[in-house]
């Protein structure tokens, strides 16, 4: 027989069930893979329902009872039919005095309790065989991948747009990426460097381009050896992933963005963040030495545990 205490949270369980929760979730890659990191604490209170213009950030979710893409009007029936429509931009929040992750941002919004433990989960099994192929196709054993621009929205994304960066401070200089990568093939002989930047994006010697979407690319990292790459795709999908890897960051604080599991570097600092050495225009931050890289991704602890870097 159920005590009181047990009964009531049982009560709770049963209302919960029945509320349906719709959550806006807009941004670029990096913000809707932050936000699946809620997820399973929303589902506590609510079924959920996101509306996003980067869906495959939450297809498959078991937690999630259907995602909706934004170009439908936010009138359609399914949403009307929620209980509540959430929705919060942290980039116009307390997120801008730099002392929050973007996690810790999304939980503040939409009342969670936030702890480092807290991670984004993307589900992208489904991509296994045609990464396979892919793999297999290009005669890829061992692998390594690397990402050192970015910035351009993958929605609506046109092979045949000049390239260009809406926050090119984040972008690691392209002579400086040639020396990392003639290193890495120094290093690691028998590794194929593949490089997951876009077909109109900077492209190097001894790479090979993946033409693959950025959900297989996800699912391609969990095998790789490790990866290198600026504050982009790479290292938000890193611990996803549960993946290991450097990165480089320019003109964002790895406090707000990036993970303890992996190895985060800036011209100014190596080890700790240090806030009064930060300027987020100063064009050197990026400017890590390719040689640092290369020791600290031969050093990488890859029992580390995933977690989100705050200061």
């Not at 893979?33 to 604490?41: G, M, V």
């Not at 116009?92 to 992750?101: A, R």
């Not at 490790?226 to 290991?244: M, N, R, T, V, W």
């Amino acid at each position: 027989m159920l005590g009181k205490q047990e009964y009531k949270e049982l009560k709770i369980i049963i209302l919960n069930n029945k509320i349906m929760n719709t959550y806006i979730v807009e941004g670029g890659i990096g913000k809707c893979t932050a936000f699946t990191s809620l997820i399973p604490k929303l589902k506590e209170k609510s079924k959920v329902q996101i509306y996003t213009p980067y869906i495959d950030c939450f297809a498959n979710n078991p937690d999630v009872k259907l995602v909706l893409e934004q170009t439908l009007p936010l009138q359609d029936q399914r949403i009307m039919a929620s209980d509540n429509i959430y929705y919060c931009e942290p980039y116009k929040s307390n997120f801008q005095f730099g002392k929050q992750h973007i996690i810790e941002s999304y939980c503040e919004h939409h009342g969670v309790k936030f702890d480092k433990s807290m991670t984004p989960k993307l589900y992208t099994e489904q991509h296994k065989a045609s990464v396979n192929k892919w793999l297999g196709d290009n005669n890829i054993g061992k692998y390594i991948l690397i990402q050192f621009s970015g910035g351009q929205p993958q929605a609506g994304f046109n092979a045949n747009n000049q390239y260009t960066n809406i926050n090119p401070n984040r972008n690691y200089q392209p002579f400086l990426a040639q020396q990392v990568i003639n290193i890495l093939k120094e290093e690691y002989k028998d590794t194929t460097i593949i490089d997951c930047t876009l077909p109109n994006e900077p492209a190097y010697m001894n790479t090979i381009k993946c033409d693959l979407h950025w959900s297989q690319i996800h699912e391609m990292l969990k095998g790789a050896e490790g990866f290198i790459s600026i504050d982009s795709c790479l290292q938000h999908f890193s611990a996803s992933a549960e993946k290991h890897g450097v990165v480089i960051w320019g003109s964002t604080r790895w406090t707000q963005f990036g993970y303890s599991h992996n190895k985060n570097l800036q011209f100014h600092m190596t080890d700790k963040w240090e806030e009064d050495k930060f300027i987020d225009s100063d064009p050197r931050n990026n400017m890590v030495e390719p040689k640092l890289i290369i020791d600290e991704f031969k050093k990488l602890d890859k029992n580390k545990p995933v977690a989100v870097a705050t200061i």
